[in-house]
T-cell receptor
């Protein structure tokens, strides 16, 4: 079974631009979560999508948004980029039928975003 | 509040030494799940183990073992006879309540020297 894939792997943008990152979950997985990883803040939850609906959201400004398609693929968008948005963005997929369940999340290789 | 603390920022050992990575968690929920992930230099988080709050049995998988103690809110990870390939950042994570999210500790960087 193919793992979680993320595209692109690397991205360089300038302040003020916007960016879209893509994530394809493991086949059969319906939940996709996004995390931001920075040296200062560590791994922080952005949001989770299940069956095309945002099921949960972390404490990030509205510039961060996402969506999920009917095939469970997900995209996240960051508008008006700031220097502090430079990070590794990780996508994770899980079966996650129950929100309170303990299904393990499988992570993709990440997209490293650099904002200049 | 939910929180995961990995007090050890960096650990350096020589190959074949045993090493224990500490993880302490906080949650008010009675049902919760604990995880360990490994992040090699490539960046991808690799799932190692999941434990639910009702299962305090220790687990061993090859050179890896985990000790879950609810009384001390700890979920420690031991690598026996460490190898250079074990060098990575290790994260402990908590999932509880109806949030659907993982709360990660700050990670422990393990360096195994030959």
């Amino acid at each position: 079974k193919a793992g979680v894939t993320q595209t692109p792997r690397y991205l360089i943008k300038t302040r003020g631009q916007q960016v879209t990152l893509s994530c394809s979950p493991i086949s059969g997985h319906r939940s996709v979560s996004w995390y931001q990883q920075t040296p200062g803040q560590g791994l922080q939850f952005l949001f989770e999508y299940f069956s095309e609906t945002q099921r949960n959201k972390g404490n990030f400004p509205g510039r961060f948004s996402g969506r999920q398609f009917s095939n469970s693929r997900s995209e996240m968008n960051v508008s008006t980029l700031e220097l502090g948005d430079s990070a590794l963005y990780l996508c994770a997929s899980s079966l996650a039928g129950r929100l309170a369940g303990g299904d393990e999340q499988f992570f993709g290789p990440g997209t490293r975003l650099t904002v200049l | 509040a939910q929180k995961v603390t990995q007090a050890q920022t960096e650990i350096s050992v020589v190959e074949k030494e045993d090493v224990t990575l500490d993880c302490v968690y906080e949650t008010r929920d009675t049902t919760y799940y604990l995880f360990w992930y490994k992040q090699p230099p490539s960046g991808e988080l690799v799932f190692l183990i999941r434990r639910n709050s009702f299962d305090e049995q220790n687990e061993i998988s090859g050179r890896y073992s985990w000790n879950f103690q609810k009384s001390t809110s700890s979920f420690n990870f031991t690598i026996t006879a460490s190898q250079v390939v074990d060098s990575a950042v290790y994260f402990c994570a908590l999932k509880s309540g109806n949030t659907g999210k993982l709360i990660f500790g700050q990670g422990t960087t393990l360096q195994v020297k030959p």
